[in-house]
């Protein structure tokens, strides 16, 4: 019974990816979002004269590492707890939430796979920031250390949970 309900959250995400492939022009107009965004924080910070600021010392002073590095943060964050509920709105408007809760896939499952689907769309937008942030702007994460790492896990963790609150209060609304 745990087997099919793992199953099921794998053919959820494969049908989330066709879907996304399908749209290419909102999938790479999402993805340009995220990339324009970082070069208008760019353009602001160039307004301060300096890459190198001393208020940013203590984090290593590269005022587009600080960027990049809170870029990363707030969109992986966010990309899980908001795909969660923009998936299941999606699935509102399309009229294939009612299907989708007649089969006998537990509510918990469709959450769990949407989640999955959001932190794999987080991991995609957290590759191609640092890609455009090493390629573009010459950027080292040398001054990251593990606390970074535990702080930014532990935090995407907070989201899931939120997204699948927020996501489970729209099923609930919903019925």
């Keep these: 019974m745990m087997v099919d309900e793992i199953r099921k959250v794998g053919v959820f995400i494969k049908r989330d990816f066709r879907i996304l492939f399908t749209y290419r022009l909102a999938f790479s ?5 995220i990339i ?3 070069f208008y924080l760019v353009l602001f910070g160039s307004m301060f ?5 001393s208020a940013l010392l203590p984090y290593g002073g590269d005022f587009i590492s600080y960027i990049l590095v809170g870029s990363i943060g707030w969109g992986f964050m966010w990309s899980i707890m908001g795909m969660t509920s923009s998936s299941l709105r999606s699935e509102m408007m399309m009229g ?3 299907s989708i809760l007649l089969t006998s896939t537990k509510i918990s499952t469709i ?3 949407y989640t999955i689907f959001g932190c794999i769309f987080g991991l995609l937008s957290i590759g191609i920031l640092i890609s455009v942030g090493f390629l573009c702007f010459g950027v080292s994460f040398g001054t990251a250390t593990i606390h970074t790492f ?4 532990l935090s995407a963790l907070l989201m899931m949970g939120f997204g699948m609150i ?3 209060l729209t099923i609930w609304v919903k019925n």
């Design 29 to 33: 107009t999402a993805f340009l979002g």
């Design 36 to 38: 324009f965004n970082l």
């Design 49 to 53: 004269g300096s890459r190198e600021l």
């Design 96 to 98: 294939t939430m009612e």
């Design 111 to 113: 959450m769990l796979a």
């Design 150 to 153: 535990i702080i930014m896990f």
């Design 166 to 168: 927020f996501g489970g």
